[in-house]
């Protein structure tokens, strides 16, 4: 909160890299067949969008530990994409450079997070 600017949901990089991370999965799904869409693709859309939709929703928050319960909420979908990327990979659904792309992108979010949390527990009173 520099010069009496607030903090505004797009300004945390978390937020931002699960964002575009939700958009790029989805980009993927939606060339999908119907089959592969409505298993694999929805359950993996949801959890990757589930992840900056917690961050949104822990960010509106009042108290300290209800910002911290929704930001490990993104933390679990987190870790439930990667398991939904590697049925997608297993199943032929993208490719190897793809499956990569998503790897790397969840685990560059991990840490992010875990700043975010860290953060709010420093930070904000009760």
Same mark, same amino acid.
């Given at each position: 909160?520099?010069?009496?600017?607030?903090?505004?949901?797009?300004?945390?990089?978390?937020?931002?890299?699960? *964002?575009?991370?939700?958009?790029?999965?989805?980009?993927?799904?939606?060339?999908?067949?119907?089959?592969?869409?409505?298993?694999?693709?929805?359950?993996?859309?949801?959890?990757?969008?589930?992840?900056?939709?917690?961050?949104? !929703?822990?960010?509106?928050?009042?108290?300290?530990?209800?910002?911290?319960? *929704?930001?490990?909420?993104?933390?679990?979908?987190?870790?439930?994409?990667?398991?939904?990327?590697?049925?997608?990979?297993?199943?032929?659904?993208?490719? !190897?450079?793809?499956?990569?792309?998503? *790897?790397?992108?969840?685990?560059?979010?991990?840490?992010?997070?875990?700043?975010?949390?860290?953060?709010?527990?420093?930070?904000?009173?009760?």
């Amino acid at each position: 909160m520099e010069d009496g600017k607030y903090l505004k949901l797009n300004d945390i990089g978390a937020y931002k890299a699960a *964002f575009h991370l939700s958009n790029y999965i989805w980009d993927l799904v939606v060339l999908w067949s119907p089959v592969a869409q409505n298993t694999v693709g929805s359950q993996y859309v949801r959890a990757a969008d589930s992840i900056s939709a917690n961050i949104a !929703e822990g960010f509106g928050r009042w108290g300290k530990k209800d910002k911290v319960k *929704f930001y490990r909420y993104s933390q679990g979908s987190r870790k439930e994409c990667y398991d939904w990327n590697a049925n997608a990979q297993h199943r032929n659904l993208i490719t !190897e450079e793809q499956y990569q792309h998503i *790897f790397q992108e969840l685990e560059k979010l991990g840490p992010s997070i875990g700043h975010l949390i860290k953060y709010t527990k420093e930070k904000l009173k009760e």
